[in-house]
């Protein structure tokens, strides 16, 4: 039985990456024309969306989305979710349908073979090292919020070696962010996505996915002196939707 088990996880990984690879190579040509121009990149969007659908589908996940508050078509927002899986990526792109976003991520993930190609074209990458990349990012966000986009980060900023950590604390950027262009935080709860699809190769499984959306928080008025309570905020509203899961 153990031995079908990790026959199926081996199955399962591989397929997987295949359904990251093969839809951007079908559809490279319209991928590529999307990021021609910054004027495209709605078009881009609609894409990726497809690309995420296609891989969370295809790997027999369905996904459940509870909305305290939705977010209105055409504004600007800062998205913060937690992050255990490298399905949080799709899942954001489905989840979030009318309001286009660019997310913030490591620069590590552009080295990933197709997938890293337009990584680095349509996202921000930021080099945690780097005071200058860090400097970088906030020039490239507030050129991308200026243009009508979204922001995605993942504020824990990478996902913590001790799978006993709930969740792990949150980087400053995020909030610093939303409070200097005075535009609304989301917070987002992946509920499953580290029992349905974590980052250890022999282990996961299919089934639903649930997303909840809380209630945005409002940063109108507020200055950098407040970033600290309202990350303090944000990550209490997730770590407290997170262990009502646990303890059920």
């Known amino acids: 039985m153990k031995i079908l088990k990790y026959a199926f996880w081996i199955v399962w990984r591989i397929w997987f990456y295949l359904l990251v690879i093969i839809p951007i190579l079908i559809l490279f040509p319209f991928l590529f024309l999307s990021i021609l121009s ?54 954001m792109l489905i989840v979030v349908k009318k309001n286009p976003f660019v997310f913030v991520g490591k620069k590590e993930l552009a080295k990933i073979p197709v997938f890293g190609f337009f990584f680095k074209r349509v996202c921000i990458m930021v080099d945690r090292s780097s005071s200058k990349s860090r400097f970088k990012v906030f020039e490239l966000a507030q050129k991308r919020l200026h243009q009508g986009l979204s922001i995605c980060i993942f504020p824990e900023g990478g996902v913590p070696d001790d799978e006993s950590i709930v969740l792990d604390e949150f980087k400053d950027g995020a909030f610093r962010l939303a409070i200097e262009h005075q535009i609304p935080i989301v917070p987002i709860t992946f509920v499953d996505n580290k029992k349905r699809f974590p980052f250890r190769f022999f282990s996961g499984t299919v089934g639903r996915m649930r997303v909840k959306i809380h209630p945005f ?16 905020k944000t990550r209490a509203i997730i770590l407290k939707e997170l262990e009502s899961y646990i303890k059920k």
């Open 217 to 232: 928080i409002e940063t109108k008025e507020l200055t950098l002196e407040n970033r600290q309570e309202v990350k303090h």
């Open 38 to 91: 910054e004027k495209t990149y709605p078009q881009f969007f609609f894409l990726a969306r497809l690309w995420a659908k296609i891989i969370l589908y295809g790997m027999g996940f369905y996904y459940k989305v509870d909305f305290e508050q939705k977010l209105e078509k055409g504004k600007s927002y800062m998205l913060v979710a937690n992050h255990t899986s490298m399905l949080d990526i799709m899942l």
